[in-house]
């Protein structure tokens, strides 16, 4: 348990000391869905904005105005408003990957990492990281293929029962299972994300191997770290919808965007809480430990008021790499 | 064992777990075995009805009035069923023997008997299911649709009494296409004509295979909807026999009378039917017989699960007493109290509003989950819809159950041909629902009132509509229209749609009270559609045959738009003014407002416009013409004009374009923006949460 204290502490300690990362990946997010919505906003201003019908959607939340505008034939099919929030999604996705090598390795410095040293994480690990997500994507994919496989077929027998709630106990329990079973994924090569940048491994599959080991070798001290986390962002997001469902007036558009997209910034925080974790399990157990050298006292000829004798101990664990 | 294992073997062992519980579940959903072999009524028919006799003179329909509120019968009854049933729960066949007594009240000789056979459209090749598949109107799966799941019925003899056994003179016949594959109609000639007024008995045995639930029929693990299950003999309307072929778009229509139905089951089975219970007996064979009888109805309908959990109550009707016997489901037992609620507010409202509610029971079933035997009418009988979870601002419950109940008045006792006219009980129910859950649930949150987001039935109906505007027009067949979904938009969403729209026409007052005559006059009878149009025009004093031209018997589109709205200083070349500059009130403006009528719908409406001195002038255009300019010089300036203020016009297609604000509000976009930004920011979250 105490572990378990220390490696979420730890990850949290570091998020903490680098909040700027978090505040840099919200604008980000924001930006890009900013720009993925350019479409469907200019929908909506176009069919709602001079129209009286639409102070139904103000006080209130009527749903068949909305109906009524995705019908509209000005509003064009649904896909078209949503390509681009998808496409910019994505984006963010590719963004993330792109940045992330900085963030680890800030996380893993005991000092502000200099802008330029974070930019040369970035490159030097981009297509390392490129081919992590491709091999993450196949493993996950299949596994994921797999469990929801298993469990439409346990639906599907469940389906059957006359007991109305076991389809939806089973979708649950799966659920449950498949979320574990992917989550344990995630910490593989979340450790195998972090070794490639700290250990600056070019050879992905060494760090594929070390963080499948450490994975099954501290799977319960991780798993119940990220699980933690995760439910911490569970929280946020319920905690974030009731606000903005109980305390924002119905017709209070600046209130809304306030209290959303504060939920949105603190849901940042889990998954960088993870990495955290992830770091500070490396620097605590996957860090190669670097031979301790002694230094011979040296003889200083200029005077000096005292002899000059200097001992180099083992770096502080953040500069292993 | 290290923790790490424990992690590894807990999915496993879940997995496992949850195998098992599923498995255990599903053994005991397989329907109950009846013990004992099953006795074939088939063979016995002769022992169980009564010995034929040589002529019809001495034969009758029951005059009784036992099964509704009432002295004396209701309507003309023309014909009586005596049927006696055994249902085989594992194989669910139904072996029965019938005895229909028909009362030849057409006024001239009738040489042959058209019978529906409805269970035999649940076959590969039936026009039901062909329609079905191109339609993809049904929940089925026609892909994954073994032999099991279909049904059948199948006439094993039928004799006529005083006339010997005919069952080979039994034919199909498809009156509506030339489907020589569908059986769902079978006719039988007679080899002596039945003279006006008298009476002819058939005496038929059949088997019915009920499929695994289509359209309302049909089993489901252990739970079974008996309905459309027995040989329905046609009716006679203007001149000749309506019996058409089971579509699948289409309902039914069948004669008032009397039913006498003998049910024999396995003792454990929980039963709900039309009529009222009159006598349960134990038999020797472990199973049980249930007797029921119904009054003035034109169909039976029963269920069978052995796990419904039975609430009763009882309202106080008009005519007396009406016993509510609603069966749940035991994971929607919470919601019982709510269906109650739901069925006694809508007898009150439609006694109140419509007519009294003669028949002593009204039977509730909430049927088996995923199942497709939700939403369904029968007379004295229908059947609701939920799920475990069901938080109290969703109405779907609701909704479904006011919608059947309206059934009992706009088709159980106004019969009206379901084949032909579907909106005249489908449409006309629609709207009736629109004013009886408007006057419970709120006008706009009828449907939903959940977290701030709502929902009205009304717009719910015009939804419906807007999407088919422009295909078929109400009086159209049922089975001829263009598609399902514009068979349901017009059918349901349109005809609501129009007689709210008529509402605003003739006032509110007068179309209830339209309504109630057009009920009082028509119950237990076949009205036209032309009855109907009549009875408003009767009761309003008003032609409204323009009205019915357009909206009942064409398919016009309404589609009014405010166009161009502006004003500008009648002495504007004399001063150019800043625009920090504040108006001095003392400006005169010249203001026009443009209206168009963009669809060849004509109708005339009301216009509001609105001025920056709070000032509001009503204007009334025609519509003839496809535009209108209206034009003012005011020390003010036009700020809003809104065609139909009053919110009357429910068959608008585009209720965005009814208004036009000078100045925009892009308030409700911002808000739309808002949601959309969440949503696609948290989709982004989580993509690059698990992806990278």
Redesign the interface.
């Known amino acids: 348990m105490r572990e378990h204290q220390n490696l979420l502490s730890g990850g949290l300690s570091r998020v903490r000391h680098n909040k700027r990362y978090i505040f840099w990946f919200y604008v980000l997010?924001?930006a890009?869905?900013?720009f993925?919505?350019g479409a469907?906003?200019n929908q909506?201003?176009q069919?709602?904005?001079?129209?009286?019908?639409?102070?139904?959607?103000?006080n209130?939340?009527?749903?068949?105005v909305?109906?009524?505008?995705f019908?509209?034939p000005e509003f064009g099919p649904t896909l078209a408003s949503a390509a681009p929030?998808?496409h910019?999604?994505?984006l963010?996705?590719l963004l993330?990957?792109l940045f992330?090598p900085g963030v680890l390795q800030g996380y893993a410095s005991t000092y502000r990492l200099p802008r330029e040293d974070f930019f040369r994480a970035c490159g030097r690990n981009l297509w390392r990281?490129l081919r992590l997500?491709i091999v993450?994507?196949v493993v996950?994919a299949a596994v994921a293929a797999a469990l929801l496989g298993?469990r439409s077929a346990?639906l599907k027998?469940?389906?059957?029962?006359?007991?109305?709630?076991?389809p939806?106990s089973?979708s649950m329990?799966?659920l449950?299972?498949i979320f574990?079973?992917?989550t344990?994924l995630?910490i593989w090569f979340d450790l195998a994300q972090t070794d490639v940048v700290l250990s600056d491994q070019p050879a992905v599959g060494r760090s594929i191997g070390a963080g499948f080991r450490h994975t099954?070798?501290?799977?319960?001290?991780l798993?119940g770290s990220y699980v933690v986390s995760t439910i911490v962002a569970a929280i946020v997001l319920v905690a974030g919808l009731w606000a903005w469902?109980k305390l924002v007036p119905?017709?209070s558009?600046f209130g809304?965007?306030v209290v959303?997209?504060l939920?949105?910034l603190l849901?940042?925080i889990p998954?960088f809480w993870q990495r955290g974790v992830a770091v500070t399990y490396y620097l605590q157990n996957m860090v190669e430990p670097i031979g301790v050298q002694s230094f011979t006292p040296v003889s200083v000829v200029a005077p000096a008021k005292e002899p000059l004798t200097a001992t180099v101990t083992a770096p502080p664990e953040t500069q292993a790499s | 064992m290290?923790?790490?294992w424990?992690?590894?073997f807990?999915?496993v062992i879940?997995?496992i777990a949850?195998?098992i519980?599923?498995?255990e579940?599903?053994a005991?959903?397989t329907a109950p075995q009846v013990t004992g072999k099953t006795t074939s009524l088939i063979k016995n028919i002769n022992d169980r009805v009564p010995a034929p006799s040589n002529g019809a003179g001495d034969l009758a329909i029951p005059d009784t009035t036992l099964a509704i509120n009432s002295a004396t019968r209701m309507s003309q009854r023309v014909v009586h069923y005596e049927i006696n049933a055994k249902y085989d729960a594992s194989t669910h066949v139904v072996d029965a023997s019938e005895v229909l007594t028909y009362h030849n009240l057409t006024g001239q000789a009738l040489d042959h008997f058209p019978f529906h056979l409805y269970q035999n459209a649940f076959q590969p090749n039936s026009t039901f299911v062909r329609e079905a598949k191109v339609a993809d109107s049904h929940d089925t799966t026609y892909e994954e649709w073994d032999a099991d799941d279909y049904g059948s019925e199948e006439i094993k003899s039928l004799i006529v009494v005083g006339q010997g056994d005919l069952t080979a003179q039994l034919q199909y016949i498809q009156p509506d296409d030339d489907n020589k594959d569908d059986k769902t109609v079978a006719d039988v000639h007679l080899p002596k004509p039945i003279a006006p007024g008298e009476f002819v008995q058939f005496r038929i045995a059949f088997q019915t295979k009920f499929p695994e639930t289509q359209a309302r029929s049909g089993w489901k693990?252990?739970f079974v909807l008996g309905g459309q299950w027995f040989p329905k003999v046609g009716v006679w309307w203007h001149g000749a026999w309506n019996c058409h072929q089971y579509h699948a778009t289409t309902e039914f229509f069948s004669d008032f009378g009397v039913y006498d139905v003998k049910l024999t089951l396995p003792p454990f089975e929980v039963v709900g039917a039309s009529g009222i219970k009159v006598g349960e007996v134990s038999n020797a064979d472990n199973t049980k017989t249930l007797t029921y009888h119904g009054d003035d109805i034109h169909d039976f309908a029963w269920t069978a699960s052995p796990?419904y959990k039975v609430k009763e109550d009882v309202f106080q009707g008009q005519m007396g007493p009406v016993q509510m016997r609603i069966l749940m489901?035991?994971?929607?037992w919470g919601q019982a109290e709510r269906h109650a609620k739901i069925l006694r507010e809508s007898l009150e409202k439609f006694e109140n509003w419509y007519g009294p509610y003669p028949y002593k029971t009204i039977t509730l079933v909430d049927p088996e989950?995923?199942s497709e035997a939700g939403g369904m009418e029968y007379p004295t009988f229908i059947t609701g819809e939920t799920?475990?979870?069901m938080p109290a601002g969703g109405y779907e419950p609701e909704v479904v159950v006011e919608h059947e109940f309206g059934h009992q008045y706009w088709y159980g006792m106004v019969a009206t041909n379901e084949f032909e006219d579907a909106w005249m009980d489908e449409g006309i129910n629609s709207y009736t629902e629109v004013k009886v859950l408007d006057s419970i649930l709120g006008k706009?949150t009828s449907i939903?009132n959940l977290?701030?987001?709502?929902?009205?039935e009304r717009?719910?109906q015009?939804?419906g509509y807007?999407?088919v505007a422009d295909v078929d027009p109400i009086a159209e067949k049922a089975y001829d229209y263009y598609s399902f979904s514009s068979y349901g938009g017009i059918t349901y969403g349109k005809t609501a749609s129009v007689l709210l729209t008529l509402e605003g026409i003739i006032g509110e007052q007068t179309m209830q009270k339209a309504m109630r005559v057009y009920f009082m006059k028509y119950r237990f009878t076949h009205p036209t559609k032309e009855d109907f149009l009549r009875t408003i025009e009767e009761v309003s004093g008003r032609d409204l045959r323009w009205y019915f031209d357009h909206a009942i018997y064409g398919s016009q589109v309404m589609d009014y738009k405010v166009s161009k709205v502006e004003s500008y200083p009648v002495n504007w070349y004399e001063q150019k003014r800043s625009v920090f500059q504040k108006d001095d009130n003392e400006t005169l403006y010249r203001s026009s407002v443009w209206l168009e009528r963009k669809e060849d719908f004509v109708m005339p409406v009301e216009v509001e416009i609105k001025f920056d001195n709070g000032e509001k002038v009503r204007e009334h255009w025609d519509g003839v013409s496809r535009w209108t300019k209206f034009e003012y010089e005011k020390k003010a300036q036009v700020v809003?004009a809104?065609i139909d203020p009053e919110h009357q016009v429910h068959i608008d297609r585009?209720?965005?374009?009814?208004?036009?604000?000078?100045g925009?509000?892009?308030?409700?976009?911002?808000?739309?923006?808002?949601y959309?930004?969440?949503v696609?920011?948290?989709?982004?979250?989580a993509?690059?949460?698990?992806?990278?």
């Not at chain 1, 069919?47 to 103000?58: F, K, M, P």
């Not at chain 1, 209130?60 to 068949?64: E, I, K």
């Not at chain 2, 489901?329 to 929607?332: I, R, S």
């Open positions: 997010n924001v890009l869905a900013w993925g919505a469907f906003n909506v201003h069919i709602l904005d001079h129209s009286l019908l639409a102070d139904r959607l103000v209130g939340f009527d749903l068949s909305l109906y009524e505008m019908g509209r929030a998808m910019f999604a994505f963010f996705l993330t990957a992330l990281f997500m993450a994507g996950m298993i346990l027998a469940a389906e059957e029962s006359t007991n109305e709630l076991l939806f089973v329990a799966t449950l299972v574990l079973i992917m344990a995630r099954w070798r501290s799977l319960g001290r798993l469902m119905p017709a558009v809304a965007a959303s997209q939920t949105l849901l940042l998954r | 290290k923790l790490r424990v992690i590894v807990l999915p879940s997995v949850i195998s519980a599923v498995r579940h599903a005991r959903a693990r252990d796990r489901q035991p994971a929607h989950p995923a799920s475990w979870w706009n939903m977290a701030g987001v709502t929902e009205g717009e719910e015009r939804l807007i999407r809003s809104e585009n209720d965005f374009n009814n208004s036009y604000t000078v925009a509000n892009a308030k409700p976009a911002r808000k739309l923006e808002n959309f930004m969440f696609s920011q948290w989709i982004s979250q993509l690059a949460w698990w992806a990278v």
